[in-house]
């Protein structure tokens, strides 16, 4: 057996089963990816997957402990490779990025900076989605770290840390009648016409069920992923708008937009960082996540990565 055969069946997994689209994927041939897998059965004495014809079907039930060996050996590989690379390239590297919009808008750009003043020679390659899509970003091996307020603390795959807490804030054009009042009340919020996140976003859900607790029905016009967007249409005057509070650090005193904390309605959001468990981790990476947080200390960061079974949370 070889690292080819274990390439191929993880790529066929993750293509559907279609050695078609695996094929293309790892730029060989259909039958010469066919030929491989069914050596590799062959030496095991197993049947990987269940086939209609030439056609793969499902992977069996012995194909999926095979599997996920094949996971860690290729990881594993991946790691060493890793390795090669730190020691050969000290300051030098890539730095791959998984964000939400606002993390990567709001959060990210001192801390790369930051890093980019350090380590002059590393490139840093940002990839945005939503919180589902950092998960995966992480798990493919795309992402080295990922920063996100939901699903990163759920996929056992993931050592998850928390970053940072924030609150929501309302937003409103200065002439707006909420303008004058310092504490918004859920009541007054649900009689007006809001602009928000989309549910999966910068914790929309934390939102939602406070107007439900409460028995109340909020008027959601416009879903968005952007802050920039919700504030926009404020501006031109569709709604309130509830978004985070780092999207408004920065706005001018005086300006065309109010805003007022809404901690004491939808409570505290913790945005956390993630990696995937077991990846080798460059210490430029480990430099990136300590400059994202105070909390984060190397010590902390490697103890995490480590397996400490020490509780993390704020």
């Known amino acids: 057996m070889n690292l080819h055969q274990f390439r191929f069946v993880q790529e066929a997994v993750r293509r559907n089963l279609n050695l078609t689209e695996t094929a293309k994927a790892l730029f060989t041939s259909q039958p010469g990816i066919s030929k491989a897998i069914l050596e590799l059965e062959e030496e095991l004495g197993i049947d990987l997957f269940v086939r209609h014809g030439k056609r793969l079907r499902r992977v069996t039930e012995p194909g999926q402990e095979v599997l996920k060996a094949i996971d860690v050996i290729l990881r594993e590989v991946a790691n060493m490779k890793r390795i090669g690379e730190e020691y050969s390239k000290q300051d030098a590297g890539t730095l791959s990025i998984a964000a939400t919009h606002t993390q990567a808008r709001y959060v990210l750009?001192?801390?790369?900076?930051?890093?980019?003043?350090?380590?002059?020679?590393?490139?840093?390659?940002?990839h945005q989605g939503s919180p589902d899509q950092v998960v995966q970003m992480l798990l493919d091996g795309t992402a080295?770290?990922?920063?996100?307020?939901?699903?990163?603390?759920?996929?056992?795959?993931?050592?998850?840390l928390p970053c940072y807490e924030w609150q929501h804030v309302i937003v409103m054009r200065a002439e707006h009648p909420l303008a004058e009042v310092e504490k918004i009340t859920l009541e007054q919020l649900a009689n007006e016409t809001l602009i928000s996140y989309h549910p999966s976003f910068t914790g929309r859900k934390r939102i939602d069920a406070a107007f439900a607790q409460r028995r109340l029905k909020p008027n959601i016009a416009l879903e968005a992923i952007d802050s920039d967007v919700i504030k926009t249409y404020v501006k031109s005057g569709l709604g309130v708008g509830i978004v985070a509070e780092m999207a408004v650090r920065d706005d001018p005193p005086g300006g065309e937009l109010v805003s007022r904390p809404a901690g004491h309605l939808f409570g505290t959001n913790?945005?956390?960082?993630?990696?995937?468990?077991?990846?080798?981790?460059?210490?430029?990476?480990?430099?990136?996540a300590e400059l994202l947080s105070d909390r984060l200390t190397r010590p902390l960061l490697l103890r995490a990565l480590g397996g400490d079974?020490?509780?993390?949370?704020?």
């Open 109 to 126: 750009p001192e801390p790369v900076a930051q890093l980019r003043r350090r380590f002059p020679k590393v490139q840093v390659s940002l």
């Open 144 to 160: 080295d770290i990922g920063l996100a307020t939901e699903s990163l603390s759920e996929p056992e795959d993931l050592v998850s």
């Open 270 to 288: 913790v945005t956390r960082v993630a990696f995937r468990r077991g990846a080798y981790l460059r210490g430029y990476v480990l430099t990136f």
């Open 309 to 314: 079974g020490e509780n993390y949370d704020l």
